[in-house]
């Protein structure tokens, strides 16, 4: 089978310490190009822009975009309208109706349309999942806690309008809880805290439950110095469920579980290839509707200046 031509748009921190790793060490796929406006990928053809780059490579297949969000519904609509398959970064888009939009696109071309999360790849998810189908939730604990200045320096769009703020790192938390829980949640009341100098908000207390009133309780916080926490506990009949480090490591019962070497991004491009051959498309937009929820229903609180 050849292997499918792949266009990287975007290039950023995410494309150097994932993308291009597992790429490489996919036979699937063979990296032939990149756009983006300032940077390039050492030894491909860099374009500044994704219609000169696919004007000049017709023989691409596939584009991964990984720009921000708020940019990135612009350079998936030229690359479906092209033929191409597209794998988006998580969050899929800026608004749930872009998505939408881009579905249906990538259906009425016969293409790939890949809405990429990759915390459902952490180790601990499927066997969570399993768990959970066995053994019955009362409640959830969500803990979303990082240092902003740590991980996201230097990153404008993400205290922009449509850059989600916390609910950047938090969507991943979503993406998990909505991956290994068997009921459907929805939001019930939620704060979000912004900065009044920002348009994003730096914290966001989220309360959910399902339709048998399980609840679930999420905190996201940009605000956490020392140690960081990226956990859920799931409280069961039969005892607790806890992931942490995003899903890297899992106990039940309070017993630590063996599992998997950690290998999201390898496992998202294992997945967007098998979806590109099997001609089908994987587009799931609920981590980012409990987002957009979070945005409609949540009180706002207006907090401190954030300065970086
Ligand atoms: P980034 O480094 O700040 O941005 C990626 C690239 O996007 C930039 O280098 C820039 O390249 C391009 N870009 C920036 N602003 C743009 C604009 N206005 N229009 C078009 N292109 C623009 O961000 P990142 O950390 O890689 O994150 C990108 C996406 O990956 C986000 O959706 C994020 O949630 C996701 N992600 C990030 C991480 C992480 O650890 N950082 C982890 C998982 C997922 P040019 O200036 O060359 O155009």
Not at 56 to 76: F, G, K, N, T
Not at 145 to 173: S, Y
Not at 201 to 224: K, T
Request: proline share 6%; aromatic share 8%.
């Amino acid at each position: 089978m050849s292997a499918i031509k792949l266009a990287i748009v975007g290039v950023g921190k995410i494309v150097h310490d994932q993308h291009l790793p597992a790429i490489a060490a996919n036979a699937d796929f063979e990296l032939v190009a990149s756009a983006s406006r300032h940077h390039t990928v050492a030894g491909l053809p860099g374009y500044t822009s994704i219609e000169a780059m696919l004007g000049a490579v017709p023989e691409i297949d596939a584009v991964s975009l990984c720009m921000p969000p708020q940019y990135r519904y612009q350079a998936a609509q030229v690359a479906l309208a092209a033929g191409k398959h597209v794998f988006l970064e998580k969050p899929p888009g800026a608004t749930l109706s872009e998505v939408a939009d881009l579905e249906a696109l990538a259906a009425a071309r016969g293409v790939t349309l890949f809405t990429s999360w990759h915390s459902r790849y952490a180790p601990a998810v499927q066997p969570a999942k399993a768990y959970l189908a066995a053994h019955a939730p009362t409640a959830m604990q969500v803990s979303w806690k990082e240092d902003v200045r740590q991980w996201h320096p230097n990153q404008e769009w993400i205290w922009q309008a449509g850059g989600l703020g916390v609910f950047d790192p938090g969507i991943n938390a979503l993406s998990i809880v909505t991956e290994i829980l068997q009921s459907r949640i929805f939001l019930t009341r939620a704060t979000l805290e912004f900065p009044e100098n920002r348009d994003a908000p730096i914290a966001a207390e989220l309360h959910f439950q399902d339709a048998a009133g399980m609840p679930v309780h999420a905190q996201f916080d940009w605000r956490q110095t020392g140690p960081q926490s990226w956990d859920i506990v799931v409280q069961t009949a039969d005892g607790e469920l806890k992931l942490s480090n995003g899903g890297a490591r899992l106990w039940v019962h309070g017993v630590e579980q063996p599992l998997e070497k950690e290998a999201e991004y390898p496992s998202l491009y294992r997945r967007f290839a098998e979806l590109v051959r099997a001609g089908r498309a994987e587009v799931d937009v609920a981590p980012l509707r409990h987002v957009a929820d979070a945005f409609m229903l949540g009180r706002r609180k207006v907090v401190d200046a954030f300065h970086d």
